[in-house]
């Protein structure tokens, strides 16, 4: 199992609350930003112990790694308005709380400092064009940055946390299953023949595989949490060995900074313990801001990153193979092609009608339609 | 290997001129593009391939606790 990555698991949850903080002043954050705390506290985001300063930012921005050269590619930033904070200064130590997550924590402010947003948003996203949904985040940021350790006091239980695993226990699981080697699979949508093909060519070569959806905020049309979740859990169920496969979630905001995230997404999955991650076409992408493989090339980069990334390209279905293939492996001219489009499938879906089964595994459409609501409105 | 001038992020260090040489030679019309950043990314792949893995410690109570979710889940008997 590879170490957490900079060396140390983090853990910065204390079980008891601590006297006396009951005068400290308090700020109401968001929620994706108590969500980063949460990570940050559970060892998601080792080494990080909170919210990154002004060197580690600019090292991060310019060569991709903290401060002390460990490679880390998108910044995990708390940002608050001038007046919010005129009485803050660097030192003090606030309680940041969030109504959504039952949270509540420290952040010993160890800094207070500004930041050019078009800098950001070029570096992290590659662009500074504001219909980039990453960049658009960047351009509603305050104007100042807060850095510094945070200390999780508190949080509430929510719906899924059932399906929630933090690092230490995922690490303990796999010692427990005996699994040395673990491939990791990120998702935001129910599986297709697609996916499945990805998943089961990585487990072939592996111990076992994590199934690590993203739960949180998202748009319009795309599948709901729990849809994503139960039609994981049927495909599991009827065609996965079950002791080769395990699904926790992960609440984290998608940032869709294509190559950098799929750097952060593999060293997410290393904390979890996993020694693969699997990246596909377009990983973290949006629109055309990416070369759909940038996401693969840039794992050049780290050398010393301690988890080995598995590419794929997409896998289709190809009639003259009569198989699900890959433009790797498959000889065949494109008009033999059916490509496993997730658009159809949901456009399908969205008629109350089962897609093929060379599409989708029938039990795992049956899943998807027995929702009233399987989409976000 | 004094390529970068700045004394808080970059040092120096020596290596055998010839060893240097034959460097040069071959990152020609690589990705690399100077001798430095070929050395940089050799001593990282190094050293990250030789940091131990810290051992995890729960306490009897902690562990318990996971087992028992853990069960519930299903992945453990």
Known sequence: MPKPHGGKLIDRHVKKVPSGITDLPKFEINTNLAEDIENIAKGVFSPLEGFLCKNDLEKVLQEKRLEDDTPWTIPILLDFDKKEIKDIKEGDSVILTNTETGLLSILDVEEIYTFDKKTLAQSVYGTQDIDHPGVASVYNMKQLLLGGKVTLLESKTREFDEYNLAPKETRFLFKEKGWKEIVAFQTRNPPHIGHEYVQKTALTFVDGIFINPIIGKKKKGDFTDKVILASYETLMKYYYPKERVVMSILRTSMKYAGPREAIHHAIIRKNFGCTHFIVGRDHAGVGNYYDPYDAHAIFQEFPDLGITPVFFKSFFRCTKCDAVVNEKICPHEEKYHINFSGKKIRELLLNGKIPPENMMRKEVSETILKFDKPFVE | ?77
Do not use: C
């Not at chain 2, 050293?47 to 009897?60: D, L, Q, R, V, W």
């Open chain 2, 1 to 77: 290997m004094t390529e970068e001038k700045d004394d808080k992020k970059y040092t120096t260090i020596s290596i055998p001129t010839p060893l240097a040489e034959k460097i040069k030679k071959r990152i020609k019309g690589t990705g690399f593009n100077s001798l430095s950043s070929y050395v940089t990314y050799v001593l990282r792949e190094i050293i990250s391939g030789t940091e131990e893995e810290p051992e995890e410690a729960f306490s009897k109570e902690d562990e318990e606790k996971i087992k028992n979710r853990l069960r519930a889940l299903g992945y453990l008997d």
